[in-house]
Structure formats: C-alpha cells, structure tokens
C-alpha cells in the first residue's frame, strides 16, 4: 500500500487527513491516514509533523516493521506565482522473519549458510517472500560484505544468470546487468568455464565478498547464498 501527498502549501495553519481504502473480498474496509500539520515558528522556519493514522481494521501485521518515506520539496510557478510544496511517499514493507537483517535505505537480507545450487536458492528465497538478492549500489555490495565476513563465508550466490542467452547477464527481473548500476566483475571474468555447446558452463553468478566482485560459476554448484527482501 502506498499514500503519497502531493503540492500542499507551506503557508499557515495546515491540517489535513489522507486516506486509502482497500475493500476486501468480504467488504471489510481498512483504512490507514496520513495527519499533517504545519506551522512557522518564531524564527520563521515552516515546521511539519506528520503522522501515519490506522483504523482499527487496518492490516496490524505491517505496523511492527520499518516504514519507507521519501520526501522531496521544490517549488512551482504558475501564472507568476511561486508555489512552495512537499511530495511525500510513505510504504509499507512485508513483514519477514526475524532472521532478515534490515539495513535503512538499501534493504533487509538473510544469509544462507547452507550451501545449495543456484536454482534451489532461487526458490527458497521464493518461499520466504523475497528473492536472491540483486546488487543495485557500492553501498549494498558493503552491507554484503559484512554479511559474508561475520558469517566467515567467501561468497554468495546472487540473483543473476546467463541461462537463457549465452553471455547475456540478466537480473531474476529480467534486467541486463550491463545497464544496472553495479556490474563490477572479476579480472577475466565471466569466461563460462567449461562451456561448450553440449555443456552449459557457467551460467550463474556468486558475489565474492574480499573484493566485492562479481563470478560465474556453474548453476548446479553449491555455494551460501542471500535472500533480499526490498523495503517498498
């Protein structure tokens, strides 16, 4: 569920109630509210509080997990007119386990000591509710790397693969890695060891967590892997 506000004015006394309703199969409604207040204080300074309001047949379960909230403000002219304003999204995450580590502002992962082959740590990760993680930035490989070095383990499987065209990487969303933002590889790599056209090679990626480069290795090796709940 997502509530987002869009272009109120600064200006003033501002109090205001936003809501979604979602009707469910047995026409039960559950509401949940946006309350923003604004005010200028003796400086001058424009002070907002903002409050997220549930009914009491709201979803409980996604009130006990962090919540993301983007707030962006600008200013619009129209007709001459300069307008302040302030766009503010706020989203609910899936409620996990405990055994998911939640790191603000990148996401919330769960290390698999276990090892197994890519494509039985693709479904496991499925039926937790989230998927192998795909690295999107230096600051998640980071959070990755510290996963790895206090559970003493030297790679990780991740959400990437080959599979269906030879050297064409992709994420499990289908997106090409070489347009993602992180597509650091290792020195010579990936060179599908073993590939032949009777043989697979390597088709699927590990994350090395000593210099937080990307490798290729064969789909059916076993190797720990991490799971990767989004935060909205």
Request: hydrophobic share 35%.
């Amino acid at each position: 569920m997502t509530s987002q506000l869009l272009l109120f004015p600064l200006l003033g006394l501002l109090c205001c109630i936003l809501s979604v309703r979602a009707d469910c199969g047995n026409d039960i409604s559950k509401t949940v509210g946006v309350s923003i207040t604004s005010r200028r204080n003796l400086t001058g300074h424009q002070l907002i509080q903002l409050e997220v309001l549930r009914s009491s047949g709201a979803d409980n379960t996604k009130w006990n997990v962090p919540w993301k909230m983007d707030i962006e403000q600008g200013e619009k002219k129209c007709s001459g007119q300069a307008t302040k304003y302030l766009s503010i999204s706020i989203a609910a995450q899936a409620q996990l386990g405990d055994d998911y580590e939640f790191h603000p502002l990148v996401g919330r992962y769960k290390l698999h000591t276990t090892e197994k082959s890519w494509t039985e740590a693709f479904n496991i990760c499925q039926q937790e509710g989230a998927h192998l993680v795909v690295i999107n930035s230096d600051t998640e490989a980071d959070v990755l790397k510290d996963i790895l070095t206090r559970n003493e383990k030297a790679v990780a499987f991740v959400g990437v693969n080959d599979i269906v065209t030879e050297g064409k990487f992709v994420t499990i969303f289908g997106e090409e890695l070489s347009k993602m933002d992180y597509t650091k590889w290792a020195p010579n790599e990936p060179n599908n060891n073993g590939g032949s056209a009777t043989a697979p090679g390597e088709d699927c990626v590990y994350f090395i967590r000593d210099t937080a480069f990307f490798n290729d290795a064969s789909c059916t090796s076993k190797h720990p892997f991490i799971c990767e709940q989004e935060l909205y």
